[in-house]
């Protein structure tokens, strides 16, 4: 059973960073995009970052560009999301999600595997 869980969400006042983690239990060697994906109360679930299989393609929403880093090793079968200079609005339950086909990284139904998310809560 494929199984992709994240850790690292919290508390932090705003201005502040967390690292959340992602790790893919998995045959990572059908797994070929991962990404991460966020969703405040009341809201769309809406596309943050994702990181090809090689790790040199990355892509990123433009409301955290420059903010958040996605690095990691999907043969490795681990992703990271650093986030730094938290703002009020970046607060969401956040979901790791990976997929075999490489494409269409922005979209959530182009992912099959899904964590259960981890929430991460800024504060002023």
């Known amino acids: 059973q494929a199984q992709v869980v994240e850790s690292g969400g919290g508390l932090v006042q705003a201005g502040g960073s967390l690292r959340l983690s992602c790790v893919a239990s998995?045959?990572?060697?059908?797994?070929?995009?991962m990404g991460w994906f966020r969703q405040a109360p009341g809201k769309e679930r809406e596309f943050v970052a994702a990181i090809s299989r090689s790790g040199d393609s990355t892509s990123y929403a433009d409301s955290v560009k420059g903010r958040f880093t996605i690095s990691g090793d999907i043969a490795g079968n681990t992703v990271f999301l650093q986030m730094n200079s938290l703002k009020l609005e970046d607060t969401a339950t956040y979901y790791c999600?990976?997929?075999?086909?490489?494409?269409?990284?922005?979209?959530?139904?182009?992912?099959?595997?899904w964590g259960q998310g981890t929430q991460v809560t800024v504060s002023s």
């Open positions: 998995v045959r990572t060697n059908s797994i070929n995009k």
């Open positions: 999600a990976a997929d075999r086909f490489p494409s269409d990284v922005i979209r959530a139904d182009a992912y099959v595997y």
